[in-house]
């Protein structure tokens, strides 16, 4: 079975903090992992996607990949209010073809 | 078109009863996926076509699900004799070609509820 495990929470912080969201996985053949972020009656955003072991950055995100561990993660640094969201991890191996497999998601609140 | 494209955005049915849902991928994109997203949940794969034939459809949960993509392009999911836990927000995702870790782009999707 293969799963993809977050803390639904929700995570709260204060404006301009560092917002820090997990997720661990089961599949060992995991290739390809994604963070998606998903406002409340929306559809689902790509935010980043990593490959490589070892950390990624675009703007104010940062992607965290640790394939020894089954662990990926994502900072958002100076943590808006807009952005409070659902935020999805999603992985892609081999053995489950293309289809992505998705946590559950962690809900992050962002308060001014 | 711009982005993938759902229609209807919101569909209410009485148990029983047949429906469809239609998804218009990005123009060019071969690989279409459709996924479900039950309340509180991720989204959770159904079917995947590569051009008009389905090469994963391991998501399907049983025989009242089936997805046709007949030229490529548009695809229509199709659920019969619904039930009340057929209520979810249907999504469909588009790729360009469907290759290992290629990003996936969500229409806004269709939200059932089957009463």
């Known amino acids: 079975q293969k799963e993809v495990e977050q803390n639904s929470g929700p995570l709260s912080v204060p404006e301009g903090a560092i917002a820090s969201l997990n997720c661990t996985y089961s599949d060992r053949g995991s290739q390809s992992f994604f963070w998606y972020r998903q406002y409340s009656g929306k559809s689902p955003e790509l935010i980043m996607f990593?490959?490589?072991?070892g950390d990624k950055e675009d703007g104010r995100f940062t992607a965290q990949l640790n394939k020894a561990s089954q662990y990926v993660s994502l900072l958002i640094r100076d943590s808006q209010p807009s952005d409070s969201a659902t935020y999805l991890c999603a992985v892609n191996s081999y053995q489950a073809g293309t289809a992505l497999i998705f946590g559950k998601g962690t809900t992050l609140s962002v308060s001014s | 078109g711009a982005g993938v494209s759902q229609t209807p955005s919101n569909k209410v049915t009485e148990k029983g009863k047949y429906v469809e849902l239609r998804c218009d991928p990005i123009s060019g994109h071969t690989a279409l996926y459709w996924y479900r997203q039950s309340l509180g949940q991720g989204p959770e794969f159904l079917i995947y076509?590569?051009?008009?034939?389905?090469?994963?459809d391991s998501g399907l949960p049983n025989d009242r699900f089936f997805a046709v993509r007949p030229e490529g392009s548009v695809s229509t999911l199709k659920i019969q004799r619904t039930e009340r836990g057929d209520s979810a927000v249907y999504l469909c995702?588009?790729?360009?070609?469907?290759?290992?870790?290629?990003?996936?782009?969500f229409g806004p999707g269709t939200r059932l509820l089957v009463l």
């Open positions: 076509f590569q051009g008009t034939g389905a090469a994963d």
């Open positions: 995702a588009s790729s360009l070609t469907g290759g290992q870790g290629e990003t996936q782009y």
């Open positions: 990593i490959y490589s072991n």
